[in-house]
Structures are given as C-alpha cells and as structure tokens.
C-alpha cells in the first residue's frame, strides 16, 4: 500500500520547480524503467504491481519497492492509463557541455517547448548514436514527465544539458562546423556531410532564434514534394529532426 506522503511527494514531481527542489524525476512504464535500472542512474523507489515485481525481480535487485495496484498506481501517475510500474529517480548531476571534446555529432535544441516533440527527438538521438543533447535555457524540461514518456528508455543512454547556444557556438574549435535546419537553406542531400559537427534545431513556431542564426555556419533545408502547388508550411521539429540525423549518419 502506498502512502498519503508518498502521493504527495510523487505527484509533485509532475511539477519542475519541485523536481529542481528534490533533485529527482518520474519514469513509467516497463521500457522506460528497466532502462533506466540498467543505465546506472539512482533509483530511489519503484512502486508496482505484485506480478510486475514477480517477473522483474533479478533486475530490481536490492532497489526498495513497494507493491501496489493498479487503482492506487492510477493516484500517481501522469499516464490516462497507469502502467505497471513507476520509478522515482535521482537526477544526475549536471554538466557544463565542451565543445572542444566533441567527436561525433551533437544535436542542439533552441527553444522547443512541446515535450512530445523533446522525447522524440532524444529517442532519434538515440536510435542514429547522437549521446549529446545540448539545450537553450528555455527549452522544455528534459525530466518533465510527457518527455521521459515520450523518450521511451533513451533518455538512460543521451547526455541532455542546458546552456547559452551562443556562447557555446561563439567559443567553438574552428574544426567543428555548424548546421542550422531552416526553411530556405541548401538542400540538406546535396551538402556534404562531416562526420562529426553541430546540428541546430530551432523552436517548433519560430525555427532558429534570431541570436543563433548569425552563427550558423550552414543552413539547411529539408526539401519538400508538394502534388500541386500546395504543401505544409513547415516539418514538426521532432520529424525534421529525425530526417536530418538520418541524413548525416546515411
């Protein structure tokens, strides 16, 4: 049975002031949490379900865990419908990214908001071998819970941090170039593509911020095919993001 205090505490962790305040994040559902069990990341608890732990228990170990049902996961959970488990997890310390020690392509995220489109594109970084995410201070929060959901276990293996891209990008070795996805660069499939380097990927209403745009060493497109004369303003964030990591590791 799961406890007043213990509801209280999980379901404020829904809410970034007080995940900064106890240093700690929510994952659920099997994927996410055994990723995170066996990424090395400190879990706090798990509450689940007598037939999840039964199934899990080698990978559990000598974690504390509290058996719980269904009803009373639902009383806890950011989920319409609650998995079997949730995990409360300690946030890893956080870094100062250094692009002098880059050696593989990093990808850059300027003001994204929507938390869907933040866990997707980890789960990209992820999928093409990207382990370096670095974020403009108002991006959205990489432990808010629609993120680590959406991430689906990859946020255990990519490296997110926050910073001035500026600053970062004004300080940058002059090697590592940087590409920036707007609506009226060079076609993404004719660039020629280095192995390692920097990918910007602007706010889903506004692109790149104005700040950022100076600095980009190459703007580039993902060229449409509209039948007719019509086609969509614009790619959502996480998808151009997906073709562009395609593209470069391709």
Known sequence: MISKASIKFITSLQQRKYRRKHGMFV????????????????????????AWIEKHRKETGKIPVTRVSLKE???????????????????????TPDLSQVKDLVLMLDDLHDPGNMGTIIRTADWFGIRTIICSGDTVDVYNPKVVQASMGSLARVQVSYADLGELIKNKPDYLEVFGAVLDGKNIADLPKPKLGVIVIGSEAHGISDKLLPLID???TIPGMPAGNTAAESLNASIAAAIICYEFRR
């Not at 559902?29 to 509450?47: A, K, Q």
């Not at 009383?75 to 870094?95: C, G, W, Y």
């Open 27 to 50: 994952a659920e559902g099997t994927t996410n949490v055994l990723d995170f069990l066996h990424s090395g990341i400190e879990t706090e608890e798990l509450f689940a379900t007598e």
């Open 73 to 95: 996961l639902g009383r806890i959970s950011s989920l319409k419908t609650p998995s079997e488990v949730l995990a409360v997890l300690k946030q890893p310390p956080e870094i």
């Open 218 to 220: 190459h703007k580039i």
